[in-house]
């Protein structure tokens, strides 16, 4: 048994995988809910992830902040818990035992897998390609950037979405799939409402910079040694501790382009021995050209490769016999439960392949990191007592609340008709540089909603979308911004 090559240095009841906001808020649960229970967080990074200031902004809708902080915060909260900075290299399901890079070996009882993804570059190993998961990344990303006259974005994700609107001082060209902007997150009559401000200068911050969340500056205790591990992925105002300026004296300057991929990522050399390549007046200025699928060629600084995201799993892989959803991610049914015997996975690293209620849906974000390391806590602790415990209530319905080009954005639902076809309706109130509202409706009952802007209609919508109340008498009333909605339905 490989497993058993090492030493058992110490068998812990419980032991989590990952320091992000899933692999904490898991460890949270586990320490405080047995607290004579060993309880080990592994993790690669040097620092972990802890949410703060959370605030239950309706039954379902959650806000915080996350900050990054040494682990001895969480060893003091909780005084059985041990933090262990180290990789998993191996884990051996037979004889419940993880392997780290520093050739340690764990025992667990039971063990919670929350190694979290990394970014799908469009290639790898090509140094002009960046890809932004964690504070490493970003202040990578931002110190190529105070040097760049032009990147090129691909992907029309969150990261797309966040940085188009960012960066100033740099033009930025961006290459998307589809017909409109952010289709991860809306559709084209929101798309629309926001073009207009990647077309005005942004307007100047009332607090330039906010207090830097994300540094690596101190170096945490380690019991390994060796290469930066890749840290937790970054999450809510990321880009406010951190300057995003460009070597031009612009502020927004994007060119965008519609319905196309990236065809080929060449050098200044590769260009000059290809004559026949057709590329913009500048020919040969640039560290980089990126040709794409509409006959476009653009020579820029580098390329920001915003494509999504991978599950992290292979080290976990080898000569286990995990269960893979098409995505990758380790699939885990409605006790997060994957398909080792004993091993739970939360977070960006698993796909829920429980029966999904019809109103909500997996998306990699920080909620649900939270959400689904806190459950995974319970459902462990509940297995290892032997006590039932049910799916719980925040998997019914999605939620999500954002920022995008500086405008509060709230998502429920099946905000974008997911899985309807063609059998639902929309209504929409839009007020130019105010508000963006989105009902969808289905035989009448409301089941997914995008507010953009100070709708304050978040809760009551939340409330008509969980009671799937007949709406189809009240029509486009339900829009009416002269009516009070919530008078209405009290
Ligand atoms: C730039 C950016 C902006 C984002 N903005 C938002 C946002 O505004 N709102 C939102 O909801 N979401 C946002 N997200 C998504 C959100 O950050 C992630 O969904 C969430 O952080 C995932 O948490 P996690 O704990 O599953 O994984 P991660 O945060 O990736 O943590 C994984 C942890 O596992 C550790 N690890 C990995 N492999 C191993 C191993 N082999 N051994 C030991 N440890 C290991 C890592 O060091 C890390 O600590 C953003 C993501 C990015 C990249
Ligand atoms: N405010 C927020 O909530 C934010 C959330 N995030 C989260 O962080 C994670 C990483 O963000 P991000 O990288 O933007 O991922 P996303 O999953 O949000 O978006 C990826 C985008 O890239 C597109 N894409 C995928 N492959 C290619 C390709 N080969 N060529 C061109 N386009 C491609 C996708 O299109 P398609 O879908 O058609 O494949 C999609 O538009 C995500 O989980 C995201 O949800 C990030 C920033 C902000």
């Given amino acids: 048994n490989e497993g058993m090559a090492n030493p058992k240095e110490k068998t812990f009841s419980f032991v989590v995988v990952g320091g992000g906001i899933a692999g904490v808020t898991c460890v949270e649960q586990l320490a405080s809910q047995i607290p004579s229970a060993d309880v080990a967080l592994i993790t690669a990074g040097p620092h972990i992830k802890a949410v703060t200031n959370y605030k239950q902004v309706s039954k379902l809708l959650e806000e915080f902040d996350v900050e990054e902080c040494p682990s001895s915060v969480l060893e003091e909260k909780f005084h059985n818990l041990t933090v262990i900075h180290s990789a998993v290299k191996s884990l051996h399901t037979q004889s419940h035992t993880v392997e780290t890079a520093d050739g340690c070996v764990f025992g667990y009882e039971k063990l919670c897998i929350c190694s979290g993804g990394r970014p799908k570059l469009l290639t790898q190993d090509n140094p002009n390609v960046l890809g932004i998961r964690d504070t490493d990344s970003a202040q990578e990303f931002q110190k190529r950037l105070s040097k760049a006259k032009r990147i ?31 289709n991860t997150f809306f559709d084209a009559g929101a798309a629309q409402f926001l073009i207009p401000l990647l077309e005005a200068d942004k307007p100047e911050r009332a607090s330039p910079c906010k207090r830097p969340r994300y540094t690596t500056e101190e170096s945490a205790p380690s019991c390994g040694s060796g290469p930066t591990e890749a840290g937790s992925a970054l999450g809510p105002d990321w880009h406010e501790g951190i300057v995003l300026r460009g070597a031009e004296q612009v502020s927004h300057r994007v060119l965008l382009q519609y319905q196309c991929e990236v065809e080929k990522i060449f050098t200044s050399e590769e260009l000059l021995n290809s004559p026949q390549q057709t590329v913009g007046p500048e020919n040969g200025s640039w560290p980089i050209y990126v040709q794409l699928t509409n006959g476009n060629t653009f020579g820029c600084d580098f390329v920001v490769s915003a494509t999504g995201v991978v599950p992290n ?16 991610g380790l699939q885990v049914d409605d006790h997060m439960m994957t398909s080792e015997q004993d091993v739970y996975a939360a977070g960006d690293v698993c796909t829920a392949c ?19 390391g806190w459950y995974a806590g319970r459902c462990m602790v509940a297995h290892l007592l032997s006590e039932p415990i049910e799916l719980d209530f925040c998997f019914e319905l999605f939620s999500h609340i954002t920022k995008f080009f500086s405008y509060k954005v709230v998502l429920l639902g099946k905000f974008n008709g997911q899985g309807l076809g063609p059998n639902h309706e929309l209504l929409v109130r839009c007020t130019k540089g105010q508000e963006y509202v989105k009902v969808v409706l289905s035989g009448g009952r409301m089941v997914g909603a995008v507010l953009i802007g100070e709708t304050d209609l978040e809760e009551t919508f939340e409330n008509l979308i969980l009671n799937q109340m007949d709406l189809t008498p009240y029509g486009e009333e339900l829009l009416n911004p002269n009516i009070d909605i919530e008078d209405y339905f009290d």
């Fill in 313 to 328: 799993t292979e080290p976990f892989l080898h000569s286990n016999k995990f269960a893979l959803a098409d995505d990758g």
């Fill in 152 to 182: 090129v974005v691909v992907g029309n994700g969150g990261i797309a979405l966040e940085l188009v609107y960012e960066v100033e001082g740099c033009e930025v060209v961006w290459a998307i799939k589809d017909k409109a902007i952010g």
């Fill in 354 to 372: 429980w029966e999904h209620s019809p109103l909500w849906q997996q998306m990699r974000l920080w909620t649900q990191a939270r959400q689904m």
